[in-house]
Structure formats: C-alpha cells, structure tokens
T-cell receptor, first 112, second 114 residues
Framework: KQEVTQIPAALSVPEGENLVLNCSFTDSAIYNLQWFRQDPGKGLTSLLLIQSSQREQTSGRLNASLDKSSGRSTLYIAASQPGDSATYLCAVYSGTGTPLVFGKGTRLSVIA | EADIYQTPRYLVIGTGKKITLECSQTMGHDKMYWYQQDPGMELHLIHYSYGVNSTEKGDLSSESTVSRIRTEHFPLTLESARPSHTSQYLC?????????????FGQGTRLTVV
C-alpha cells in the first residue's frame, strides 16, 4: 500500500529565503506526483504535476523534482513571500485501481 | 481553471438529519473522490469512483454513501448526521489513467452538525 510522508510538518522562514519541502513515497511504481497548495478553510490548488518519466517541472518561483527510484520529490520555492504562506501537500497517483494518496502536508509560514 | 463545483459551501444542520453534499464537474473526468478534512489536519479518503456505476470505499470508516449515475455528478449522502461528522468535505476529479492525469479540487463544503 502506497504511503506518502512529508517533512517537515511545519516551517517558518523570513521573507526572501529560498526553501525546500520534501515528499517521500514507499512504492516507486507511480504514474505521477502532484504538488498542491491549500489556504486555511479552502480547497486544494494544483501547483505542479510531474509525470513518472520526468525529472522536474517549473512554474514561476516553484520548481519540483522527482527521483522515482528513491521515492522522493522536492518542492523548491525561491525568494519566498508572505503570500506563499499556506499548507503544501504532495499526492501520488499509481494508476489503475488506486486512488490519489496524499501526504499530511507541510505548513509554511513566511514572515515579513 | 478547474471546473468542479461543490454545494453548499457551508451547512449547519441538526443531529439526525439526512444531508446530501453535491459535487459536479464539467471536465468529463472519469475519476472522482471525496475527502474529509478536519481543520489543520490531513486529508482522509472516504469514497472514490472510476466512472459511472463504480464506487469504492476509502480508508476512513464510512458512515456515508455515494452514487455515480452520471459522469459529471458524485453526491455524498449522510443518512443521519452526528456532531462527529462536523468537518470539511472536499471533492476532486481527474481523468482516468494517463501519466499527465492532474487532479482538480472543489472549494469544499464546511459542515457543522449541532
């Protein structure tokens, strides 16, 4: 059974810092991995999707990498801003017959 | 922008009432999901569907039921609401089985049972 772990559970950084969020998964036979952002009391917003054949994806200040063989993904946020404060979740999709499996998330606070 | 909608956004209801939370998507996605999330806590999968007439239970012990009569519609029903059902319910959808399968979420329904 696929399990997804996110470290750290919470992170507080001053504005302007670059930071890395980590996601690991137990079964490397995945179709893709997706990073989401969730603001308090809201739904999830998709940030980046990395297909199993890809190594990284970039969107603006965000860069996500995937090392499928080691079961790891990282989300790199450059030049963090207070507006980046949110919970970041990664989710793994392993294909037919499986649901999307989420980690517990990393709660990020960017201090002005 | 994701075309997945949940109604109502907020609901306060008395114990013992039957309620149905609505979820609709206009993207033609085969897979749909329901998650339950308490404030500041992790997501728990309660039901999912691969397509019309397909439903599966998730990890969380379910006191709810779902149906999938139409591709675009995946309602969640609580037959008898209890205070322990107070939570946020999130619906999601995705295409079926492609590497570029991206899941999209609705804005959620915040349920309070008094």
């Amino acid at each position: 059974k696929q399990e997804v772990t996110q470290i750290p559970a919470a992170l507080s950084v001053p504005e302007g810092e670059n930071l890395v969020l980590n996601c690991s998964f137990t079964d490397s036979a995945i179709y893709n991995l997706q990073w989401f952002r969730q603001d308090p009391g809201k739904g999830l917003t998709s940030l980046l999707l990395i297909q199993s054949s890809q190594r990284e994806q970039t969107s603006g200040r965000l860069n996500a990498s995937l090392d499928k063989s080691s079961g790891r993904s990282t989300l790199y946020i450059a030049a963090s801003q207070p507006g980046d404060s949110a919970t970041y979740l990664c989710a793994v999709y392993s294909g037919t017959g499986t649901p999307l499996v989420f980690g517990k998330g990393t709660r990020l606070s960017v201090i002005a | 922008e994701a075309d997945i909608y949940q109604t109502p956004r907020y609901l306060v209801i008395g114990t013992g009432k039957k309620i149905t939370l609505e979820c609709s998507q206009t993207m033609g996605h085969d897979k749909m999901y329901w998650y339950q999330q308490d404030p500041g806590m992790e997501l728990h999968l309660i039901h999912y569907s691969y397509g019309v007439n397909s439903t599966e239970k998730g990890d969380l012990s379910s006191e709810s039921t779902v149906s999938r009569i139409r591709t675009e519609h995946f309602p969640l029903t609580l037959e008898s609401a209890r205070p322990s059902h107070t939570s946020q319910y999130l619906c999601a959808s995705s295409p079926l089985d492609r590497p570029n399968t991206e899941a999209f979420f609705g804005q959620g329904t915040r349920l309070t049972v008094v």
